[in-house]
């Protein structure tokens, strides 16, 4: 968003996606608030920036604020793809730290610093048009401390671990009005090896249960893209995962950590062999009814979804496979509007005291309309019959940093990894 909103003739895509999104019903948007070195860069240097490519960011979230949607904003990301952890390593490395890899990002002092500088020039930044501090402003929701934390040196998750209790605290002695999270995929670490038979077959250095644990995180967050972590499985095999993922982490969050979950980035790709529009929608309504079945027994504990991702008309450079563009895909755009409603009709019914049980009632079918009784016990039972266990395929990882592509999670694919 801010990345378009920077150059001037592509400014009108951010009001245009916001006003989609807001005339089907949606109401959050998770976004980038980094952009670090290469092509309209927010940081050019640590500490430095650019004061064009914040006011983009400040149209960002006034925009927002115009349609009502609210904002989660990321700090920095895993990837290259816009700078990242690599950017802030390299960094380091050319200011004389002794720095060895990307995963030096998690424990260097150095880079830890450039992080929280980073954090605090975003929080205590003026907004230009709404003329409010962004750790004051109500139209953002959430932070986000990264876009999906990964560390190849410590697949435990003790390191990055250590690492998010330090930020969340920072983060929170600056702003305790907002809402914090970590930014997860949903991988299960060491704090509780049972778990890691629900992860795709490998792990990526963090603990789902430990980190969201954590007091300043306020809600935890799942991705999936079973299409890229089980690749070449059949749809089947890639559904059962996903909705043995979704149930784990919902389960966990209601039962373990006591805080809402989010599934924050799903979608199906237009490059997957054999893609239709009806694999997607069908792919997508599965997540949604769960999304709302799991929303429904559990008194709220499952918290919405963030479909990966919305566009705008003649946004095709930043195009990677997932985009949808709600005007041209009018069955998608169907499916994420009558989600909307449901889920803010449920919501409705939520705040009615004595309304919902926790598990007892039959639920509603987001798509259907028909009622079934008590989803998560019937997958629980399934799944606990069908353990899953996938080989590990860690393999050698290539990033390019595209500056003008959203390109990242399509270089996974081609790696066998998101």
Not at 85 to 94: D, I
Not at 101 to 110: A, I, L, Q, R, W
Not at 196 to 224: R, W
Request: net charge neutral; glycine share 6%; hydrophobic share 35%.
């Amino acid at each position: 968003m801010m990345h378009a909103a920077a150059d001037p003739s592509e400014r009108n895509k951010v009001t245009e996606v916001f006003s989609e999104a807001a005339a089907n019903g949606l109401t959050v948007c998770r976004t980038w608030a980094f952009s670090d070195g290469g092509d309209r860069a927010l940081q050019k240097s640590p500490g430095v920036y650019d004061e064009h490519v914040f006011e983009a960011l400040d149209f960002v979230i006034s925009e927002a604020k115009k349609y009502n949607v609210r904002l989660i904003l990321s700090f920095v990301n895993n990837f290259k793809d816009y700078g990242g952890r690599a950017q802030y390593v390299e960094w380091a490395r050319n200011a004389g730290a002794a720095v060895s890899g990307e995963d030096d990002f998690y424990t260097s002092s150095v880079v830890k610093d450039y992080y929280k500088n980073h954090v605090k020039s975003i929080l205590t930044r003026v907004n230009t048009f709404t003329k409010i501090a962004y750790k004051d402003e109500p139209a953002i929701m959430a932070w986000e401390l990264m876009n999906e934390p990964r560390c190849q040196s410590d697949y435990s998750g003790k390191t990055i671990n250590e690492w998010v209790k330090e930020m969340a605290g920072y983060t929170k002695s600056l702003d305790t009005n907002h809402l914090l999270e970590v930014g997860m995929e949903g991988f299960y670490g060491d704090s509780m090896p049972e778990k890691k038979q629900y992860n795709p077959g490998y792990q990526v250095g963090t603990d789902y249960i430990s980190s969201n644990l954590i007091k300043e995180i306020d809600f935890a967050t799942i991705h999936a893209y079973p299409d890229i972590w089980l690749a070449g499985q059949n749809d089947g095999s890639q559904n059962t995962f996903v909705q043995r993922w979704m149930w784990s982490h919902w389960e966990d969050a209601r039962t373990i950590l006591k805080k809402p979950l989010i599934f924050a980035e799903f979608g199906k790709s237009k490059k997957d062999p054999g893609y239709t529009e009806n694999e997607r929608d069908t792919f997508l309504n599965a997540v949604y009814t769960n999304i709302y079945s799991f929303a429904r027994t559990g008194g709220g504990s499952m918290a919405g979804g963030l479909v990966w991702q919305l566009m705008a008309e003649g946004m095709d450079s930043y195009y990677d496979g997932y985009e949808i563009v709600l005007p041209r895909d009018p069955s998608t755009t169907a499916l994420i509007s009558k989600q909307s409603h449901v889920m803010h009709a449920l919501a409705q019914t939520l705040r009615r005291p004595n309304m919902v049980r926790s598990t007892g009632p039959p639920v509603g079918d987001a798509t259907h309309d028909k009622a079934t009784s008590k989803p998560h016990f019937q997958a629980r039972a399934k799944m606990d019959n069908n353990p899953v266990h996938v080989p590990h395929h860690r393999r050698q990882r290539h990033h390019h940093h595209h500056q003008r592509s959203h390109s990242w999670r399509n270089l996974h694919k081609l790696q066998g990894q998101h």
